[in-house]
Antibody
Framework: EVHLLESGGGLVQPGGSLRLSCAAS????????MSWVRQAPGKGLEWVSV????????YYADSVKGRFTISRDNSKNTLYLQMNSLRAEDTAIYYC????????????????WGQGTPVTVSS | DIQLTQSPSSVSASVGDRVIITCRAS??????LAWYQQKPGKAPKLLIY???TLQSGVPSRFSGRGSGTDFTLTITSLQPEDFATYYC?????????FGGGTKVEIK
């Protein structure tokens, strides 16, 4: 059974940093792209970043480019999101999500999601 | 960047009704569109991918159609557990994007 478990969220001051983790199990982690998707309070879903199975390809939303870094450790079956220079508008629930397609970062949807970890940026 | 516009933003319906949600892309995305269902306090759940392919385990009352820029999600015979918010998502190119969501409420 596929399981994704996020951690690392919390309260941080504007300008601060936070690193989120997503522990994966139940599938061949290194074979699938993984994304971070966030949802601000009472708002819709916003895609944040994706990383390929090998870790060699990454993409970011314009809203986080240059501030956030996605990475993965396939030996630990863990996905990360390093968030720097945090702003109030980064406040959201952060979900990690697994690509449904094994052979491409595009085309399919996200077939498994974690339960989310909350990030609050406030002084 | 590709933008997705969903309509309506909310709809009131009764159990047994048919509900149709529309998603329009700002440029052609072939059939690379997914639909999700999200209930309060829960993570989204994949319903349909590649515009019309039903995800394993999803009831057949859910169906998707469309290609290019215009897509629909249809729920035939709405059930109590279907009251939720629905999102479309384009998987054609980066940056990926979601629609604004459609809340299906009980009439």
């Amino acid at each position: 059974e596929v399981h994704l478990l996020e951690s690392g969220g919390g309260l941080v001051q504007p300008g601060g940093s936070l690193r989120l983790s997503c522990a994966a199990s139940g599938f061949i982690f290194s074979s699938y792209g993984m994304s971070w998707v966030r949802q601000a309070p009472g708002k819709g879903l916003e895609w944040v970043s994706v990383i390929s199975g090998s870790g060699g390809i990454t993409y970011y939303a314009d809203s986080v480019k240059g501030r956030f870094t996605i990475s993965r450790d396939n030996s630990k079956n863990t996905l990360y999101l390093q968030m720097n220079s945090l702003r109030a508008e980064d406040t959201a629930i952060y979900y990690c999500a697994k690509d449904s397609y094994r052979t491409s970062l595009l085309g399919g949807g996200f077939d498994y999601w974690g339960q989310g970890t909350p990030v609050t940026v406030s002084s | 960047d590709i933008q997705l516009t969903q309509s309506p933003s909310s709809v009131s319906a009764s159990v047994g009704d048919r509900v149709i949600i529309t998603c329009r892309a700002s440029q052609g995305i072939s059939s690379w569109l997914a639909w999700y269902q999200q209930k309060p306090g829960k993570a989204p759940k994949l319903l349909i991918y590649a515009a019309s392919t039903l995800q394993s385990g999803v009831p057949s009352r859910f169906s998707g159609r469309g290609s290019g820029t215009d897509f629909t999600l249809t729920i035939t015979s709405l059930q109590p557990e279907d009251f939720a918010t629905y999102y479309c998502q384009q998987a054609n190119s980066f940056p990926l994007a979601f629609g604004g969501g459609t809340k299906v409420e009980i009439k």
